[in-house]
T-cell receptor
Framework: GQQVMQIPQYQHVQEGEDFTTYCNSS?????IQWYKQRPGGHPVFLIQ?????EVKKQKRLTFQFGEAKKNSSLHITATQTTDVGTYFC???????????FGKGTTLSVSS | ETGVTQTPRHLVMGMTNKKSLKCEQH?????MYWYKQSAKKPLELMFV???????ENNSVPSRFSPECPNSSHLFLHLHTLQPEDSALYLC??????????????FGPGTRLTVL
């Protein structure tokens, strides 16, 4: 079945450093979504990518969808302590199928 | 606030108990979901309801029984659970019936502990 792999599982950075998490699917995706879950909280939607090679930015966050629509990345520039949490990617295979979530990357930031 | 509420927020139950989790969405969405979140595991989709009909059931044990009486409410009935069922149970909703195409709004979750 479809699998979504996410690396790294954990990442610790100093405040101000950059951070990247990668998401890879075993199959071509129709779309990919990214969520953030703060410690003790619940997942909150960040963005959805649909087009091959798509790049979207939200302030310090940059999201990319691979040309083959099988991988994606989230890059945070100059991390802040407010970026702490677990970042999940979630991909959808064929139309009508449910999202498959990756295991997430947990980011910690020290000041 | 996400517009999705869940009760109770915490639940401790014995293996012989029967309990229910409740989820309510105030967003006018058509689809609702139950997820299980365990430590070191990805979010596991349990059930999907679209327009009050179950459209997906990911081989969940029968000790978990969902109910969707209307498009705003979703229940998860629990009975004779096992300790390995201890987890955070998240409810979510989305606008469209095709679950993966729309962003999902999650509730705060119910932290379940089975003794």
């Amino acid at each position: 079945g479809q699998q979504v792999m996410q690396i790294p599982q954990y990442q610790h950075v100093q405040e101000g450093e950059d951070f990247t998490t990668y998401c890879n699917s075993s199959t071509t995706l129709s779309n990919i979504q990214w969520y953030k879950q703060r410690p003790g909280g619940h997942p909150v939607f960040l963005i959805q990518l649909v087009k091959s090679g798509e790049v979207k930015k939200q302030k310090r966050l940059t999201f990319q969808f691979g040309e083959a629509k099988k991988n994606s990345s989230l890059h945070i520039t100059a991390t802040q302590t407010t970026d702490v949490g677990t970042y999940f990617c979630a991909g959808r295979g064929q139309a009508g199928t449910a999202l498959i979530f990756g295991k997430g990357t947990t980011l910690s930031v020290s000041s | 606030e996400t517009g999705v509420t869940q009760t109770p927020r915490h639940l401790v139950m014995g293996m012989t108990n029967k309990k229910s989790l409740k989820c309510e969405q105030h967003l006018g969405h058509n689809a609702m979901y139950w997820y299980k979140q365990s430590a070191k595991k990805p979010l596991e989709l349990m059930f999907v309801y679209s327009l009050e009909e179950r459209v997906e059931n990911n081989s969940v044990p029968s000790r978990f029984s969902p109910e969707c009486p209307n498009s705003s409410h979703l229940f998860l009935h629990l009975h004779t659970l096992q300790p390995e069922d201890s987890a955070l149970y998240l409810c979510a909703s989305s606008q469209g019936p095709s679950g993966g195409a729309y962003e999902q709004f999650f509730g705060p979750g119910t932290r379940l502990t089975v003794l």
